[in-house]
């Protein structure tokens, strides 16, 4: 009986941690770039309680970490020059907060007080040469689809593209971020799109979302139950025993 309140408390754990993650996906759905996440569960065999000798152990519920999927967000028209969505998937912007590159889905850039492309945060957007400038006496900036900047007809620089082999090679780090924490190199993203005047919108699909909150509510409802029932029949054993001594 001891095994099954394990078990039952271990997807307990799970379920509150899946709980966060819904909750997040919903408090993200109108952010900008924003991908949806999921816990993956797996399980581990652990010995019985009472007697390590009886095998197969029971099976554990485990937080194996969090998904993401990538998926194509819907573009969104806004009309602002300075703003870039993505048309294609696994591709991301490349920034730099002075130290390190980092890479996000969110386009709505700015420009800082020395005319430099920059996110709302401040990072750096990078292109072909690094840095990119602009300057705002001549005019709105002309963003092709393959990235290329020109200001009064002129060529400015390149918006460059990154993508990863291996999505898994990222890591999220806030503020619509992600990181290279491997060894994976970023390779130029020549297949997607970039579209000027249009914000990518999260990829989250709240109905979806509200409907897993409630099936994961439940589910905590009923392990929560067959904890007590458990407990409730470990004590009513005990009690019996006492008696019968």
Do not use: C, H, W
Not at 128 to 150: F, N, W
Not at 180 to 209: F, H, M, W, Y
Request: charged share 25%; glycine share 12%; hydrophobic share 35%.
């Amino acid at each position: 009986m001891e095994n099954a309140a394990y078990i039952g408390l271990s997807r307990q754990m799970t379920l509150r941690r899946e709980l966060d993650i819904v909750a997040n996906n919903i408090a993200n759905a109108n952010t900008t770039g924003f991908k949806v996440e999921q816990l993956l569960v797996g399980t581990e065999v652990g010995a019985r309680a009472r007697n390590d000798s009886i095998k197969p152990g029971a099976s554990f519920v485990l937080d194996n970490g969090v998904g993401r999927d990538f998926g194509q967000g819907a573009l969104q028209q806004t009309g602002r020059d300075l703003d870039f969505g993505i048309e294609g998937e696994g591709a991301f912007f490349t920034v730099n907060d002075g130290t390190t590159d980092a890479y996000t889905r969110d386009g709505a850039f700015t420009l800082d007080p020395e005319g430099k492309l920059v996110t709302k945060a401040g990072l750096a957007v990078q292109g072909d040469g690094g840095d990119i400038i602009l300057d705002p006496a001549k005019g709105a900036p002309v963003i092709g689809e393959d990235g290329t900047i020109s200001q009064n007809g002129a060529l400015v620089g390149r918006l460059t593209l990154a993508r990863f082999d291996t999505l898994g090679a990222l890591s999220k780090d806030g503020d619509g971020l992600y990181r290279n924490r491997s060894n994976a190199t970023p390779i130029d993203a020549t297949g997607a799109k970039i579209r000027q005047g249009s914000l990518e919108a999260s990829n989250v699909n709240p109905l979806i979302e509200i409907t897993s909150m409630i099936e994961i509510s439940r589910a905590y409802e009923q392990a929560t139950k067959m904890i007590d029932n458990v407990n409730d029949l470990s004590k009513r054993a005990v009690e019996r025993l006492g008696r019968s001594n």
